[in-house]
């Protein structure tokens, strides 16, 4: 370098300066900012890293040209050493695995701090004692003149190790063979038990797993050696020997364990045995040694069938339906599932119609817990191999496993066809096994047990009509019931009434009890019952093995024969009246009767009615026909009889007084008949009138005879009878002052007062006429005269009839005009003459006005005159009249008078 002083001036002076550079040494941390470290390990650990976070710096260089690590303080001589487990390409390493260990070569620094961060510690006693104690690593790069240094001190620590099991020295795990019926094989003979760094053993575990046998396989030893004990678990497969002994007395106890196997058919596998060891610083065998023990089986035994307790079959099965099922087990553990097929069967066509179906496996005997196996697989007492695991064979065994097959035997859909219970009662199945080695059959013998197939059926033996007639006595048998069951064997067949078409018919006709005969139990009557009816008899077969039962029914009609009984008889009884109207047209029936016959059936209710006389001879006046009506069960036959005149009847001239009607029925050999007796009465028709006689009458009368008077008198009669023969009197054209006598018939009286001014001369008639329906009638005249008498008063008209009279005032007061009807000589010409009948106070007759009639209030020597009204009492003017019912006037000095 060359520096340059300058003045204020700018002015310059240049000096030459040598400067020397220093080689700084090379710096090494061996922890995270810590030079140097403190490290442990063990008896058996791995290599351990010096100074996995090391970091090397130099401020003058980039490289550096080597690396030196030195052990120091070394307690165990060569089993102690250093090394780089992976060298770096381009350096040189030297006492590689010893306790002086140089890498050199120019490298980058980090390249050697990488190969630094490598450099392991490594104690090579991995199972033994080893010296604990400290022990120094040294660390230096390049020059040691120019280079710092660190140090790694490391502890070292020793451990207990475990002891070594090796079964077959020098290795630790073994593999036997064990073929069935071995004697029992020593899983060690040659074994021996190592410990590094202890003489004595505390324990050796021998445990057996992978067994199938349980209580036949296990493991045994030789005797115990003084100060150790054993105890035996799990059936003896596994073993625990302890106490204080030397390591070369349980290596002789190690080579005597056996594994034994007494079962006759060993169940073919692996098995292993596991072997611990403990010393006496209680330090166990990480790892257990194992003795793999292979078990292998000898065919020696046929295979065994093992059938299902199912020996019976129902016939013509359905389809899918399982006829047998056979498993055959082969009691060697060994080989395969021994080969099963059905060889034959009887019949030989059944095997054709079979749905075969085959399964090979290993069987299991199921957990003691399982349902039990058929005894049948039991082999023996010890309960070898397959056994029912529920303790009734011995000792349960844990899941063996043997060779087995099973055939399962279906229906198919024809094998109905053959297994019919109507033609065999059984069926043999011939099954063969083979194992490779032996051979061996078995017959399944099945009952065909009957299925109720095959309905009865009522035969053609029984009769589908039945006759009754009803005179037959009870218990009468009537019909036997015939019916037939294909089914075998042969079935028990009842009788039943199923059902009637007549509610009662079951209680006439029944069927005896468990029997198959039917009897009349009740007398039937033709007439009572209905002629025919059926009854539906139904046989029933037994169910079989809870099979519905099956039945026929057979429907037989009973027909009850009618046997003539009843006579017919007339419905009036055995008399009878009839009216006959005379005249009647002989056309017209006469009467209508009805003729029951209580018989049911032709020809007990046929009927026939003759017209007789009483002496039982054919009657000529009547004729009769016969028409059936109708015939109803329970009733009878009824017809209608009609009765025809063969003439008129007159009664007024002689007629029969009787007539007999006789009904016979026409059954052969058995008629029966009834006779009515009729008696006739023949009806009176109005045909005649009545005749009328005029018996008295008068000539003349006066008219003022008295009412009452008989007039005339007329009687009468009529042939014909009564109603009709009854008549009454009535007068025609007669005057109304005439009448009849309503107490003697044909009298004819005054009954009101006659008036010859009215009618002189009376002509008259007298009817007689009957009361029949259709009226007759006679007449007769009566003529006669009436004669005159001074009867009429009389007659005064008044031409004033009211006034206004004064109070004591005398005027006229009224004018009279008198006439008189008769006219006789004598009376005509009379004189009339006037007075006052009766008088009042007020009236009179004017003392000379003739006939005027005057008001005077001082006239008092006359009649007095009634008034109805009198006069005022006030003198004030007052209107009054007369009444009219009490003024009269006397004319000839003879009644009557007139009034006014």
């Known amino acids: 370098a060359t520096p340059m002083l300058a003045d204020e001036a700018g002015l310059s002076v240049l000096s030459r300066l040598q400067l020397v550079a220093r080689d700084d040494p090379t710096a090494i941390s061996l922890g995270a900012a810590v030079v140097d470290v403190v490290l442990s390990t063990q008896e058996g650990a791995v290599p351990l890293v010096l100074a996995a976070g090391a970091t090397i710096s130099d401020p003058d260089n980039t490289t550096i040209g080597s690396l030196t690590a030195v052990l120091t303080g070394v307690l165990d001589a060569s089993a102690e050493v250093l090394a780089l487990p992976t060298p770096m390409v381009g350096l040189t390493v030297q006492g590689n695995g010893t306790t002086n260990l140089t890498i050199t070569g120019t490298a980058l620094l980090g390249v050697y701090q990488q190969v ?200 013509e099965p359905e389809l899918g339906t399982q006829l047998a099922k056979v498993s055959v087990i082969d009691l060697d553990s060994a080989g395969a599932s021994p080969i099963l097929q059905l060889l034959r069967t009887v019949p030989s066509s059944l095997a054709a119609t079979l749905n075969i179906t085959t399964d090979s496996f290993l069987l299991r005997c199921p957990a003691s817990s399982g349902p039990c196996l058929p005894a049948t697989t039991c082999v023996d007492a010890d309960c070898p191999g397959f056994q029912r695991c529920c303790g009734v064979c011995g000792t349960t065994c844990t899941n063996p496993q043997r060779p087995s097959s099973e055939m399962l035997i279906a229906a198919s859909n024809t094998t109905a066809d053959v297994i019919d219970r109507e033609l065999l009662s059984s069926v043999s199945l011939v099954f063969e096994a083979f194992d490779g080695a032996a051979t061996v059959e078995t017959t399944v013998v099945l009952n065909v047990m009957p299925v109720n197939d095959n309905a009865p059926v009522f035969s053609s033996a029984t009769p589908r009509t039945i006759a009754v007639p009803e005179n037959t006595s009870i218990g009468t048998s009537l019909v036997t019931l015939f019916a037939t069951d294909a089914d075998l064997p042969s079935q028990n067949l009842t009788f039943s009434a199923a059902s009637t078409s007549f509610d009662l018919a079951t209680a006439y006709i029944a069927l005896v009890p468990n029997s198959n005969q039917v009897v009349l139990a009740r007398m039937v009557d033709r007439e009572a019952l209905p002629g025919q009816f059926n009854i539906t008899y139904r046989v ?205 018939p044909g009298f004819v009286r005054v009954i009101a007062p006659l008036d010859f001014e009215s009618v002189a001369t009376v002509s008259f008639a007298i009817a007689a006429i009957d009361l029949g329906d259709a009226s007759l009638r006679s007449t007769v005249n009566v003529s006669f005269r009436i004669t005159d008498v001074n009867d009429n008063p009389p007659k005064l008209v008044l031409n004033q009839s009211s006034m206004l009279l004064t109070e004591q005032t005398s005027v006229r007061f009224s004018n009279l005009t008198v006439s008189d009807v008769d006219t006789r000589a004598g009376i005509d010409s009379a004189t009339f003459s006037f007075g006052l009948v009766s008088r009042g106070t007020f009236a009179g007759v004017c003392p000379s006005a003739g006939s005027q009639l005057c008001a005077s209030a001082s006239v008092t020597s006359l009649p007095t005159l009634m008034i109805s009204q009198g006069v005022s009492q006030t003198l004030s003017p007052s209107r009054f009249s007369f009444d009219g019912t009490s003024l009269g006037v006397l004319f000839g000095g003879l009644p009557p008078t007139g009034k006014v």
């Not at 071995?182 to 202890?198: C, E, F, H, T, W």
């Not at 519905?548 to 009973?558: N, R």
Request: no cysteine; aromatic share 4%; hydrophobic share 45%.
């Open 116 to 315: 630094l961060r490598s450099i392991t510690y490594q104690h090579q006693i991995t199972a033994g004692n080893i010296t604990e104690g400290i022990r120094v690593v040294t660390v230096s790069m390049g020059d040691p003149s120019l280079s710092n240094s660190a140090e790694a001190s490391i502890l070292v620590a020793s451990v207990n190790n475990a002891p070594e099991v090796q079964l077959a020295p020098p290795r630790t795990n073994v593999s036997i063979t064990y073929n069935e019926d071995d004697l029992p094989i020593k899983i060690a003979p040659a074994g021996r038990l190592l410990d590094v760094d202890s003489s004595e053993l505390t324990a050796l575990v021998v445990k057996l797993t992978g067994t199938s046998e349980p209580g036949l396989e296990g493991l045994s030893f030789a005797g115990l050696a003084l100060g150790i004990s054993v105890t035996a678990s799990n059936s003896s497969t596994a073993l625990h020997l302890s106490g204080r002994a030397t390591v070369a007395t349980y290596t002789s106890l190690l080579r005597s364990i056996s594994y034994y196997n007494f079962a006759s058919e060993p169940v073919p596998g692996t098995r292993q045995v596991s072997v611990t060891a403990t010393d006496v610083n209680a330090s166990e065998v990480a790892i257990p040694s194992v003795a793999t023990i292979q078990v292998t089986a000898v065919n020696d035994n046929a295979p065994r069938f093992i059938l299902d307790d199912v020996d019976a079959i129902l016939e």
């Open 540 to 744: 029933t077969d037994t169910a079989v093995g809870g099979q519905p039962v099956q039945s026929d029914e057979i429907t037989i009609e009973f027909f009850i024969n009618d046997v003539n009984e009843f006579a017919p008889v007339l419905s009036t009884g055995a008399f009878a009246s009839l009216d006959i109207l005379e005249n009647a047209d002989i056309v017209a029936p006469l009467a209508q009767y009805t003729v029951l016959d209580r018989d049911a059936d032709t020809p007990s209710n046929v009927v026939s009615v003759v017209a007789q006389t009483t002496a039982g001879d054919v009657n000529p006046f009547f004729s009769v026909t016969v028409a059936l009506a109708s015939v109803q069960p329970t009733i009878g036959a009824s017809y209608t009889v009609t009765l025809f005149a063969n003439r008129s009847f007159d009664r007024e001239s002689p007629v029969p007084a009787s007539l007999v009607l006789v009904a016979s029925d026409q059954a052969p050999g058995n008629r029966k008949s009834s006779a009515t007796n009729i008696t006739l009465n023949i009806v009176d028709v109005n045909d005649n009138a009545p005749t009328i006689l005029l018996t008295d009458v008068v000539s003349s009368v006066a008219e003022n005879v008295a009412n009452g008077t008989v007039l005339a008198i007329a009687t009468a009669s009529d042939p014909d009878s009564v109603p009709n023969a009854a008549f009454r009197f009535a007068l025609e054209n007669a005057p109304s002052q005439m009448g009849l006598d309503p107490l003697r």
